[in-house]
DNA sequence: CGCGGATTTGAACTGAATCAATCGACGTGG
DNA sequence: CCACGTCGATTGATTCAGTTCAAATCCGCG
Protein backbone atom coordinates (compact mmCIF):
# COMPACT_ATOMS: atom_id res chain seq x y z
CA UNK A 1 0.00 0.00 0.00
CA UNK A 2 2.34 2.58 0.73
CA UNK A 3 4.86 1.18 -1.23
CA UNK A 4 2.21 1.24 -4.19
CA UNK A 5 1.75 5.04 -3.44
CA UNK A 6 5.28 5.88 -4.11
CA UNK A 7 5.58 3.80 -7.25
CA UNK A 8 2.51 6.54 -8.19
CA UNK A 9 3.90 9.43 -6.44
CA UNK A 10 6.57 9.29 -8.91
CA UNK A 11 4.70 9.00 -11.89
CA UNK A 12 5.30 12.77 -13.40
CA UNK A 13 2.81 15.20 -14.68
CA UNK A 14 4.86 15.06 -18.16
CA UNK A 15 3.40 11.70 -18.96
CA UNK A 16 -0.60 12.14 -17.61
CA UNK A 17 -2.73 11.32 -20.60
CA UNK A 18 -5.29 14.12 -19.47
CA UNK A 19 -2.55 16.49 -18.71
CA UNK A 20 -3.23 19.40 -21.14
CA UNK A 21 -7.40 19.62 -20.67
CA UNK A 22 -7.08 19.39 -16.82
CA UNK A 23 -6.95 22.78 -15.08
CA UNK A 24 -2.56 21.75 -14.98
CA UNK A 25 -3.11 22.46 -18.26
CA UNK A 26 -2.13 26.09 -17.06
CA UNK A 27 0.83 25.19 -15.67
CA UNK A 28 4.30 26.01 -17.45
CA UNK A 29 6.66 22.90 -16.94
CA UNK A 30 8.21 23.92 -14.12
CA UNK A 31 5.42 24.90 -12.36
CA UNK A 32 4.36 21.70 -13.52
CA UNK A 33 7.30 20.00 -11.42
CA UNK A 34 6.27 21.47 -8.10
CA UNK A 35 2.66 20.26 -9.38
CA UNK A 36 3.84 16.53 -9.65
CA UNK A 37 5.85 16.84 -6.22
CA UNK A 38 2.47 17.23 -4.43
CA UNK A 39 0.12 15.14 -6.50
CA UNK A 40 -0.41 11.40 -5.57
CA UNK A 41 -2.12 8.68 -7.78
CA UNK A 42 -5.44 7.51 -5.79
CA UNK A 43 -7.53 4.68 -7.12
CA UNK A 44 -11.21 3.62 -5.90
CA UNK A 45 -13.62 1.15 -6.89
CA UNK A 46 -17.13 1.71 -7.91
CA UNK A 47 -19.55 2.74 -4.48
CA UNK A 48 -16.01 3.94 -2.93
CA UNK A 49 -16.69 6.88 -0.73
CA UNK A 50 -13.99 9.98 -1.85
CA UNK A 51 -14.91 12.84 0.41
CA UNK A 52 -17.57 12.74 2.61
CA UNK A 53 -20.09 15.49 3.34
CA UNK A 54 -18.93 17.91 5.56
CA UNK A 55 -15.92 17.03 6.21
CA UNK A 56 -12.85 18.92 5.99
CA UNK A 57 -11.40 19.21 2.94
CA UNK A 58 -7.81 17.03 2.97
CA UNK A 59 -7.68 17.35 -0.94
CA UNK A 60 -8.41 18.25 -4.21
CA UNK A 61 -7.99 16.05 -7.74
CA UNK A 62 -7.69 15.97 -11.04
CA UNK A 63 -10.16 12.85 -12.96
CA UNK A 64 -8.03 10.88 -14.97
CA UNK A 65 -10.74 7.87 -15.70
CA UNK A 66 -14.00 6.87 -14.44
CA UNK A 67 -17.12 8.95 -13.11
CA UNK A 68 -17.76 10.75 -9.86
CA UNK A 69 -20.86 11.47 -8.36
CA UNK A 70 -21.63 14.29 -6.51
CA UNK A 71 -24.93 13.39 -4.37
CA UNK A 72 -27.02 15.54 -1.50
CA UNK A 73 -28.86 13.28 0.91
CA UNK A 74 -31.50 14.82 3.47
CA UNK A 75 -31.88 13.61 7.04
CA UNK A 76 -35.17 11.64 5.74
CA UNK A 77 -33.11 9.65 3.24
CA UNK A 78 -34.18 11.15 -0.20
CA UNK A 79 -30.95 11.69 -2.38
CA UNK A 80 -30.22 13.79 -5.21
CA UNK A 81 -27.31 13.72 -7.50
CA UNK A 82 -26.40 17.61 -8.07
CA UNK A 83 -23.31 17.01 -10.53
CA UNK A 84 -21.06 13.97 -12.36
CA UNK A 85 -17.29 14.71 -12.86
CA UNK A 86 -15.92 12.90 -16.16
CA UNK A 87 -12.06 12.93 -16.83
CA UNK A 88 -10.57 15.39 -16.76
CA UNK A 89 -12.73 17.17 -15.03
CA UNK A 90 -11.20 18.85 -11.28
CA UNK A 91 -12.92 17.61 -8.12
CA UNK A 92 -13.12 19.44 -4.99
CA UNK A 93 -14.64 22.99 -3.54
CA UNK A 94 -11.15 25.32 -3.41
CA UNK A 95 -11.37 28.13 -0.40
CA UNK A 96 -14.06 26.09 1.51
CA UNK A 97 -13.50 24.57 5.01
CA UNK A 98 -15.64 21.84 4.52
CA UNK A 99 -16.89 20.06 1.35
CA UNK A 100 -20.69 20.67 0.66
CA UNK A 101 -21.65 17.44 -0.55
CA UNK A 102 -20.93 13.53 -0.90
CA UNK A 103 -18.44 12.51 -3.33
CA UNK A 104 -19.09 9.10 -4.87
CA UNK A 105 -17.27 6.69 -7.01
CA UNK A 106 -19.53 5.61 -9.84
CA UNK A 107 -17.35 3.38 -11.74
CA UNK A 108 -13.91 2.14 -10.92
CA UNK A 109 -12.20 5.46 -10.74
CA UNK A 110 -8.39 6.75 -11.10
CA UNK A 111 -7.74 10.69 -9.85
CA UNK A 112 -4.75 12.54 -9.16
CA UNK A 113 -4.59 14.41 -5.75
CA UNK A 114 -3.19 17.59 -4.65
CA UNK A 115 -3.46 18.05 -0.59
CA UNK A 116 -5.64 21.04 0.34
CA UNK A 117 -3.03 23.70 1.67
CA UNK A 118 -0.29 22.68 -0.89
CA UNK A 119 -2.48 23.41 -3.89
CA UNK A 120 -4.31 26.32 -2.50
CA UNK A 121 -0.96 27.97 -2.18
CA UNK A 122 -0.62 27.29 -5.35
CA UNK A 123 -3.48 29.16 -6.41
CA UNK A 124 -2.36 31.58 -4.74
CA UNK A 125 1.28 31.97 -6.40
CA UNK A 126 0.06 31.08 -9.59
CA UNK A 127 -2.85 33.41 -11.20
CA UNK A 128 -3.17 31.06 -14.28
CA UNK A 129 -3.88 28.21 -12.51
CA UNK A 130 -6.56 29.94 -10.68
CA UNK A 131 -8.14 31.54 -13.55
CA UNK A 132 -8.35 28.23 -15.12
CA UNK A 133 -9.93 26.63 -12.00
CA UNK A 134 -12.41 29.79 -12.40
CA UNK A 135 -13.29 28.94 -16.02
CA UNK A 136 -13.49 25.75 -14.85
CA UNK A 137 -16.07 26.29 -12.28
CA UNK A 138 -17.85 28.53 -14.67
CA UNK A 139 -18.68 25.61 -16.78
CA UNK A 140 -19.74 24.07 -14.23
CA UNK A 141 -22.44 26.80 -13.15
CA UNK A 142 -23.59 26.61 -16.55
CA UNK A 143 -24.24 22.56 -16.65
CA UNK A 144 -25.82 23.51 -12.91
CA UNK A 145 -28.37 25.69 -14.58
CA UNK A 146 -29.21 23.43 -17.74
CA UNK A 147 -29.40 20.71 -15.57
CA UNK A 148 -32.12 23.17 -13.16
CA UNK A 149 -33.91 22.99 -15.98
CA UNK A 150 -34.36 19.41 -16.78
CA UNK A 151 -35.15 18.58 -13.21
CA UNK A 152 -37.93 21.27 -13.27
CA UNK A 153 -39.90 21.22 -16.97
CA UNK A 154 -39.00 18.29 -18.29
CA UNK A 155 -41.31 14.96 -18.19
CA UNK A 156 -39.55 11.84 -17.50
CA UNK A 157 -38.91 10.46 -21.24
CA UNK A 158 -37.68 14.10 -21.76
CA UNK A 159 -35.25 13.44 -18.79
CA UNK A 160 -34.34 10.16 -19.83
CA UNK A 161 -33.33 11.17 -22.85
CA UNK A 162 -31.64 13.79 -21.82
CA UNK A 163 -29.37 11.95 -19.44
CA UNK A 164 -28.42 9.62 -21.96
CA UNK A 165 -27.83 12.45 -24.52
CA UNK A 166 -25.40 14.03 -21.69
CA UNK A 167 -23.78 10.79 -21.28
CA UNK A 168 -22.92 10.12 -24.95
CA UNK A 169 -21.09 13.46 -25.07
CA UNK A 170 -19.14 12.63 -22.27
CA UNK A 171 -18.55 8.94 -21.96
CA UNK A 172 -15.88 7.73 -23.72
CA UNK A 173 -17.44 5.27 -26.74
CA UNK A 174 -17.19 1.48 -26.99
CA UNK A 175 -15.41 0.76 -30.19
CA UNK A 176 -16.31 4.08 -31.55
CA UNK A 177 -16.14 3.47 -35.72
CA UNK A 178 -18.10 5.73 -37.12
CA UNK A 179 -17.65 3.12 -39.95
CA UNK A 180 -19.39 0.57 -37.99
CA UNK A 181 -22.07 2.92 -36.71
CA UNK A 182 -23.44 5.80 -38.75
CA UNK A 183 -22.45 9.12 -38.45
CA UNK A 184 -24.90 10.65 -35.84
CA UNK A 185 -24.45 6.91 -33.75
CA UNK A 186 -22.69 6.50 -30.44
CA UNK A 187 -22.24 3.43 -28.35
CA UNK A 188 -21.60 3.62 -24.58
CA UNK A 189 -21.58 2.19 -21.33
CA UNK A 190 -23.68 3.41 -18.82
CA UNK A 191 -21.69 4.88 -15.75
CA UNK A 192 -24.60 4.84 -13.29
CA UNK A 193 -27.14 2.21 -11.98
CA UNK A 194 -30.44 2.59 -12.24
CA UNK A 195 -31.11 3.88 -9.06
CA UNK A 196 -28.22 6.47 -9.87
CA UNK A 197 -29.63 7.84 -12.43
CA UNK A 198 -33.39 8.06 -11.22
CA UNK A 199 -31.56 10.14 -8.48
CA UNK A 200 -30.09 12.19 -11.20
CA UNK A 201 -33.12 12.79 -12.63
CA UNK A 202 -35.38 13.01 -9.48
CA UNK A 203 -37.09 10.11 -10.55
CA UNK A 204 -37.42 6.84 -9.37
CA UNK A 205 -35.78 3.78 -10.60
CA UNK A 206 -38.85 2.34 -11.69
CA UNK A 207 -39.98 5.72 -13.75
CA UNK A 208 -36.24 5.17 -14.98
CA UNK A 209 -36.90 1.50 -16.53
CA UNK A 210 -40.19 2.40 -18.52
CA UNK A 211 -38.57 5.24 -20.23
CA UNK A 212 -35.66 3.46 -20.89
CA UNK A 213 -37.81 0.38 -22.25
CA UNK A 214 -39.92 3.28 -23.97
CA UNK A 215 -36.88 4.54 -26.10
CA UNK A 216 -36.18 1.33 -26.59
CA UNK A 217 -39.90 0.45 -28.27
CA UNK A 218 -39.74 2.96 -29.89
CA UNK A 219 -36.18 3.03 -31.81
CA UNK A 220 -34.52 5.48 -30.48
CA UNK A 221 -32.09 3.15 -28.11
CA UNK A 222 -31.08 -0.14 -28.18
CA UNK A 223 -30.24 -2.03 -24.66
CA UNK A 224 -27.48 -4.46 -25.87
CA UNK A 225 -26.82 -5.19 -21.66
CA UNK A 226 -28.42 -3.73 -18.73
CA UNK A 227 -25.53 -0.83 -19.01
CA UNK A 228 -24.98 -0.89 -22.58
CA UNK A 229 -26.13 1.70 -25.09
CA UNK A 230 -26.63 1.67 -28.65
CA UNK A 231 -27.91 4.97 -30.06
CA UNK A 232 -28.51 4.64 -33.99
CA UNK A 233 -29.30 8.44 -34.23
CA UNK A 234 -27.89 11.03 -31.49
CA UNK A 235 -30.12 14.03 -33.33
CA UNK A 236 -33.53 11.52 -32.78
CA UNK A 237 -32.49 10.93 -29.33
CA UNK A 238 -31.93 14.93 -28.72
CA UNK A 239 -35.38 15.61 -30.54
CA UNK A 240 -36.55 12.89 -27.44
CA UNK A 241 -35.10 14.88 -25.22
CA UNK A 242 -35.93 18.67 -26.30
CA UNK A 243 -39.72 17.65 -26.37
CA UNK A 244 -39.99 18.24 -29.82
CA UNK A 245 -40.36 14.88 -31.82
CA UNK A 246 -43.88 14.79 -32.24
CA UNK A 247 -43.66 18.43 -33.99
CA UNK A 248 -41.36 16.85 -36.65
CA UNK A 249 -43.69 13.78 -37.20
CA UNK B 1 -32.00 60.90 -20.66
CA UNK B 2 -28.32 61.54 -21.39
CA UNK B 3 -28.02 64.11 -19.03
CA UNK B 4 -29.10 61.56 -16.77
CA UNK B 5 -26.69 58.75 -17.35
CA UNK B 6 -23.93 61.64 -17.62
CA UNK B 7 -25.18 62.93 -13.41
CA UNK B 8 -24.86 59.07 -12.89
CA UNK B 9 -21.93 58.28 -14.15
CA UNK B 10 -20.03 60.51 -12.09
CA UNK B 11 -21.38 59.08 -8.72
CA UNK B 12 -18.44 58.09 -7.23
CA UNK B 13 -18.00 54.34 -5.79
CA UNK B 14 -16.71 55.74 -2.48
CA UNK B 15 -20.43 56.23 -1.71
CA UNK B 16 -21.81 53.39 -2.70
CA UNK B 17 -24.08 51.73 -0.10
CA UNK B 18 -23.14 48.13 -1.37
CA UNK B 19 -19.42 48.99 -2.34
CA UNK B 20 -17.83 46.15 0.43
CA UNK B 21 -20.29 43.67 -0.24
CA UNK B 22 -19.67 43.35 -3.83
CA UNK B 23 -17.18 42.53 -5.71
CA UNK B 24 -15.56 45.70 -5.38
CA UNK B 25 -14.50 45.41 -2.14
CA UNK B 26 -11.72 44.09 -3.62
CA UNK B 27 -10.20 46.61 -4.59
CA UNK B 28 -8.25 49.65 -3.51
CA UNK B 29 -9.27 53.41 -3.72
CA UNK B 30 -6.95 53.87 -6.58
CA UNK B 31 -8.41 50.86 -8.03
CA UNK B 32 -11.90 51.56 -7.48
CA UNK B 33 -10.82 54.98 -9.38
CA UNK B 34 -10.32 53.19 -12.26
CA UNK B 35 -13.16 51.01 -11.98
CA UNK B 36 -16.05 54.22 -11.38
CA UNK B 37 -14.60 55.68 -14.42
CA UNK B 38 -16.23 52.91 -16.11
CA UNK B 39 -18.94 52.52 -14.26
CA UNK B 40 -22.84 53.93 -14.91
CA UNK B 41 -25.86 53.33 -12.75
CA UNK B 42 -28.67 52.40 -14.66
CA UNK B 43 -32.45 52.10 -13.49
CA UNK B 44 -35.03 49.47 -14.73
CA UNK B 45 -38.40 48.73 -14.29
CA UNK B 46 -39.93 45.33 -13.23
CA UNK B 47 -40.54 43.18 -16.12
CA UNK B 48 -37.97 45.27 -18.22
CA UNK B 49 -34.80 42.61 -19.91
CA UNK B 50 -31.52 43.39 -18.55
CA UNK B 51 -29.38 40.75 -20.57
CA UNK B 52 -30.95 38.99 -23.70
CA UNK B 53 -30.42 35.05 -24.07
CA UNK B 54 -27.78 34.06 -26.54
CA UNK B 55 -26.95 37.91 -27.56
CA UNK B 56 -23.08 38.86 -27.35
CA UNK B 57 -22.19 39.96 -24.01
CA UNK B 58 -21.81 44.04 -23.62
CA UNK B 59 -21.55 44.62 -20.00
CA UNK B 60 -21.29 43.06 -16.49
CA UNK B 61 -22.86 44.74 -13.41
CA UNK B 62 -23.37 45.17 -9.56
CA UNK B 63 -26.91 44.76 -8.25
CA UNK B 64 -27.63 47.74 -6.15
CA UNK B 65 -31.15 46.99 -5.40
CA UNK B 66 -33.81 45.08 -6.25
CA UNK B 67 -34.32 41.33 -7.73
CA UNK B 68 -33.37 40.11 -10.90
CA UNK B 69 -34.03 36.73 -12.61
CA UNK B 70 -32.11 34.17 -15.03
CA UNK B 71 -34.30 32.63 -17.10
CA UNK B 72 -34.20 29.32 -19.10
CA UNK B 73 -36.76 29.36 -21.84
CA UNK B 74 -37.58 26.63 -24.59
CA UNK B 75 -38.40 26.38 -27.56
CA UNK B 76 -41.89 24.95 -26.82
CA UNK B 77 -42.42 27.79 -24.27
CA UNK B 78 -41.85 25.90 -21.01
CA UNK B 79 -39.70 28.62 -18.56
CA UNK B 80 -37.54 27.46 -15.56
CA UNK B 81 -36.02 30.69 -12.97
CA UNK B 82 -32.27 29.07 -12.96
CA UNK B 83 -30.91 31.98 -10.52
CA UNK B 84 -32.43 34.60 -8.16
CA UNK B 85 -30.23 37.72 -8.19
CA UNK B 86 -30.26 40.14 -5.46
CA UNK B 87 -28.57 43.16 -4.53
CA UNK B 88 -25.18 42.97 -3.81
CA UNK B 89 -24.36 39.93 -6.01
CA UNK B 90 -22.80 40.44 -9.21
CA UNK B 91 -24.75 40.16 -12.64
CA UNK B 92 -23.04 38.46 -15.89
CA UNK B 93 -21.29 35.36 -17.06
CA UNK B 94 -17.31 36.40 -16.98
CA UNK B 95 -15.01 34.96 -20.18
CA UNK B 96 -17.69 33.76 -22.47
CA UNK B 97 -19.22 35.82 -25.90
CA UNK B 98 -22.85 35.41 -24.92
CA UNK B 99 -25.19 35.05 -22.61
CA UNK B 100 -25.97 32.03 -21.40
CA UNK B 101 -29.27 32.85 -20.25
CA UNK B 102 -32.23 35.73 -19.86
CA UNK B 103 -31.71 38.44 -17.41
CA UNK B 104 -34.90 40.24 -16.72
CA UNK B 105 -35.94 42.84 -13.98
CA UNK B 106 -38.32 40.82 -11.89
CA UNK B 107 -38.73 44.24 -9.49
CA UNK B 108 -37.66 47.75 -10.15
CA UNK B 109 -33.95 47.35 -10.10
CA UNK B 110 -31.13 49.39 -9.77
CA UNK B 111 -27.47 48.47 -11.30
CA UNK B 112 -24.16 49.44 -11.56
CA UNK B 113 -22.86 48.50 -14.65
CA UNK B 114 -19.67 47.85 -16.34
CA UNK B 115 -18.76 47.69 -20.28
CA UNK B 116 -17.89 44.34 -21.37
CA UNK B 117 -14.09 44.91 -22.22
CA UNK B 118 -13.12 47.18 -19.83
CA UNK B 119 -14.39 45.10 -16.75
CA UNK B 120 -12.06 41.79 -18.36
CA UNK B 121 -9.10 43.87 -18.79
CA UNK B 122 -10.06 44.97 -14.79
CA UNK B 123 -9.78 41.24 -14.05
CA UNK B 124 -6.52 40.55 -16.05
CA UNK B 125 -5.04 43.20 -14.44
CA UNK B 126 -5.93 42.55 -11.06
CA UNK B 127 -5.75 39.12 -9.39
CA UNK B 128 -7.68 40.10 -6.01
CA UNK B 129 -11.00 41.23 -8.41
CA UNK B 130 -10.71 37.95 -10.16
CA UNK B 131 -10.67 36.37 -6.89
CA UNK B 132 -13.35 37.57 -5.50
CA UNK B 133 -15.46 36.91 -8.78
CA UNK B 134 -13.54 33.51 -8.58
CA UNK B 135 -15.78 33.28 -4.81
CA UNK B 136 -18.38 34.39 -5.89
CA UNK B 137 -18.86 31.82 -8.73
CA UNK B 138 -18.46 29.47 -6.24
CA UNK B 139 -21.35 30.57 -3.67
CA UNK B 140 -23.25 30.79 -6.82
CA UNK B 141 -22.57 27.09 -7.70
CA UNK B 142 -22.91 25.56 -4.39
CA UNK B 143 -26.77 27.64 -3.97
CA UNK B 144 -27.70 26.32 -7.67
CA UNK B 145 -26.96 22.70 -6.40
CA UNK B 146 -28.59 23.23 -3.39
CA UNK B 147 -31.95 24.00 -5.87
CA UNK B 148 -31.35 21.13 -7.80
CA UNK B 149 -32.08 19.03 -4.73
CA UNK B 150 -35.56 21.34 -4.15
CA UNK B 151 -36.27 20.75 -7.81
CA UNK B 152 -35.67 16.88 -7.89
CA UNK B 153 -36.75 15.61 -4.80
CA UNK B 154 -39.10 17.98 -2.72
CA UNK B 155 -42.69 18.29 -2.91
CA UNK B 156 -45.14 21.33 -3.49
CA UNK B 157 -45.46 22.04 0.10
CA UNK B 158 -41.68 21.75 0.90
CA UNK B 159 -40.76 23.75 -2.41
CA UNK B 160 -42.69 26.61 -1.62
CA UNK B 161 -41.97 26.55 2.19
CA UNK B 162 -38.28 26.40 0.71
CA UNK B 163 -38.73 29.23 -1.50
CA UNK B 164 -40.42 31.49 1.10
CA UNK B 165 -37.32 30.35 3.41
CA UNK B 166 -34.83 31.84 0.83
CA UNK B 167 -36.83 35.07 0.50
CA UNK B 168 -36.74 35.45 3.87
CA UNK B 169 -32.80 35.10 4.32
CA UNK B 170 -32.15 37.49 1.18
CA UNK B 171 -34.82 39.98 0.98
CA UNK B 172 -34.82 43.13 3.16
CA UNK B 173 -37.84 42.69 5.74
CA UNK B 174 -40.11 45.24 6.54
CA UNK B 175 -40.03 47.17 9.17
CA UNK B 176 -38.19 44.77 10.84
CA UNK B 177 -38.34 45.24 14.47
CA UNK B 178 -37.44 41.96 16.84
CA UNK B 179 -39.40 43.78 19.00
CA UNK B 180 -42.27 43.96 17.16
CA UNK B 181 -42.06 40.87 15.94
CA UNK B 182 -40.53 38.13 17.62
CA UNK B 183 -36.71 36.96 17.29
CA UNK B 184 -37.40 34.17 14.83
CA UNK B 185 -40.15 35.96 12.91
CA UNK B 186 -39.73 37.91 9.82
CA UNK B 187 -42.04 40.00 7.47
CA UNK B 188 -40.77 40.57 3.58
CA UNK B 189 -42.24 41.32 0.19
CA UNK B 190 -42.35 38.53 -1.96
CA UNK B 191 -39.95 40.25 -5.03
CA UNK B 192 -41.51 37.66 -7.73
CA UNK B 193 -45.08 36.72 -8.69
CA UNK B 194 -47.35 33.84 -8.69
CA UNK B 195 -46.11 32.91 -12.13
CA UNK B 196 -42.56 33.83 -11.64
CA UNK B 197 -42.40 32.00 -7.97
CA UNK B 198 -43.93 29.17 -10.17
CA UNK B 199 -41.03 28.73 -13.03
CA UNK B 200 -38.64 29.18 -10.54
CA UNK B 201 -40.02 25.82 -8.56
CA UNK B 202 -40.96 23.78 -11.34
CA UNK B 203 -44.99 23.89 -10.40
CA UNK B 204 -47.71 25.99 -11.80
CA UNK B 205 -49.23 29.24 -10.67
CA UNK B 206 -52.10 26.99 -9.31
CA UNK B 207 -50.37 24.83 -7.11
CA UNK B 208 -48.22 27.68 -5.78
CA UNK B 209 -51.48 29.56 -5.38
CA UNK B 210 -53.09 26.17 -3.49
CA UNK B 211 -49.55 25.80 -1.19
CA UNK B 212 -49.63 29.35 -0.34
CA UNK B 213 -52.87 28.87 0.78
CA UNK B 214 -52.22 25.45 2.62
CA UNK B 215 -49.31 27.37 4.73
CA UNK B 216 -51.34 30.48 5.67
CA UNK B 217 -54.45 27.58 6.76
CA UNK B 218 -51.95 25.91 8.80
CA UNK B 219 -50.74 29.04 10.36
CA UNK B 220 -46.86 28.70 9.23
CA UNK B 221 -47.18 31.84 7.35
CA UNK B 222 -49.63 35.22 7.02
CA UNK B 223 -50.67 36.92 3.79
CA UNK B 224 -51.27 40.51 4.39
CA UNK B 225 -51.37 41.10 0.49
CA UNK B 226 -51.01 39.47 -2.48
CA UNK B 227 -47.17 40.35 -2.17
CA UNK B 228 -46.39 41.13 1.55
CA UNK B 229 -45.62 38.13 3.83
CA UNK B 230 -45.70 37.81 7.69
CA UNK B 231 -43.66 34.22 8.73
CA UNK B 232 -44.50 34.14 12.82
CA UNK B 233 -41.55 31.17 12.99
CA UNK B 234 -39.16 31.00 10.96
CA UNK B 235 -38.42 27.89 12.44
CA UNK B 236 -41.71 25.93 11.61
CA UNK B 237 -40.90 27.68 7.83
CA UNK B 238 -37.98 25.82 7.67
CA UNK B 239 -39.18 22.41 8.88
CA UNK B 240 -41.92 22.65 6.63
CA UNK B 241 -39.16 23.43 3.80
CA UNK B 242 -37.55 19.88 4.85
CA UNK B 243 -40.66 17.95 5.32
CA UNK B 244 -39.28 17.14 9.11
CA UNK B 245 -42.54 18.63 10.44
CA UNK B 246 -44.75 15.58 11.51
CA UNK B 247 -41.59 13.94 12.83
CA UNK B 248 -41.93 16.78 15.40
CA UNK B 249 -45.30 16.21 16.41
C1' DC C 1 -27.15 -25.04 -8.96
C1' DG C 2 -28.92 -21.70 -6.14
C1' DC C 3 -28.44 -17.25 -3.96
C1' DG C 4 -28.73 -12.08 -3.90
C1' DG C 5 -28.69 -7.79 -5.98
C1' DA C 6 -30.19 -5.19 -10.01
C1' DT C 7 -33.70 -4.58 -13.33
C1' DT C 8 -38.07 -5.00 -15.52
C1' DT C 9 -42.97 -5.23 -15.57
C1' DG C 10 -47.73 -4.92 -13.74
C1' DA C 11 -51.62 -2.86 -11.00
C1' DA C 12 -53.34 0.56 -8.00
C1' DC C 13 -52.88 4.99 -6.10
C1' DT C 14 -51.93 9.94 -5.60
C1' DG C 15 -49.99 14.53 -6.02
C1' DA C 16 -49.70 17.93 -9.16
C1' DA C 17 -51.34 19.45 -13.78
C1' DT C 18 -55.07 20.83 -16.46
C1' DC C 19 -59.33 22.90 -17.38
C1' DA C 20 -62.67 26.17 -15.86
C1' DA C 21 -64.83 29.60 -13.12
C1' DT C 22 -64.60 33.36 -9.86
C1' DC C 23 -62.61 36.93 -7.23
C1' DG C 24 -60.27 41.23 -6.35
C1' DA C 25 -57.37 45.21 -7.09
C1' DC C 26 -56.35 48.79 -10.08
C1' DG C 27 -56.52 52.14 -13.74
C1' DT C 28 -59.41 54.22 -17.46
C1' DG C 29 -62.98 56.46 -19.35
C1' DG C 30 -67.85 57.59 -19.45
C1' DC D 1 -68.22 58.64 -8.83
C1' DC D 2 -69.12 54.49 -10.58
C1' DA D 3 -69.13 50.97 -14.50
C1' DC D 4 -65.93 48.46 -17.12
C1' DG D 5 -61.98 45.83 -18.58
C1' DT D 6 -57.64 43.85 -17.50
C1' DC D 7 -54.45 41.26 -15.04
C1' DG D 8 -53.04 38.58 -11.19
C1' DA D 9 -54.51 35.37 -7.82
C1' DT D 10 -57.58 31.98 -5.73
C1' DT D 11 -60.57 28.02 -5.68
C1' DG D 12 -62.93 23.90 -7.50
C1' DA D 13 -63.47 19.63 -10.48
C1' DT D 14 -61.28 16.41 -13.24
C1' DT D 15 -57.42 14.09 -15.39
C1' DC D 16 -53.06 12.01 -15.82
C1' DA D 17 -48.03 11.28 -15.25
C1' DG D 18 -45.25 9.35 -12.13
C1' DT D 19 -45.09 7.01 -7.56
C1' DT D 20 -45.88 3.17 -4.70
C1' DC D 21 -46.47 -1.48 -3.80
C1' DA D 22 -45.82 -6.09 -5.45
C1' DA D 23 -44.13 -9.70 -8.24
C1' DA D 24 -41.36 -11.57 -11.88
C1' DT D 25 -37.10 -11.88 -14.40
C1' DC D 26 -32.33 -11.45 -15.32
C1' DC D 27 -27.58 -12.02 -14.34
C1' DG D 28 -23.17 -12.59 -12.14
C1' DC D 29 -20.94 -15.54 -8.89
C1' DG D 30 -19.67 -18.68 -5.09
Redesign the pocket.
Known amino acids: MAHDSIRLRQSSCETCAVRHRTVCGALSNEELTSLSRIGRMRKFKAGDIILADEEPTTFFANVISGVIKLEKTSVDGRQQIVGLVFAPDFLGRAYSRSNPYFAQAATDTEICTFPHTGFEQLLRNHPGLEHRLFENTLNELDSAREWMFVLGR??????VASFLHLIAKRQPMIGCQPIELGAHAARFE?PL????I?DFL????????????NL?RQGTIQ?V???EVVVPDLRKLESKADGDDEAVA
Chains 1, 2 share one sequence.
Do not use: F, H
Not at 154 to 159: G, P, R
Open positions: KSAQEKLTRADAGLTIETVSRQLSKLSGR
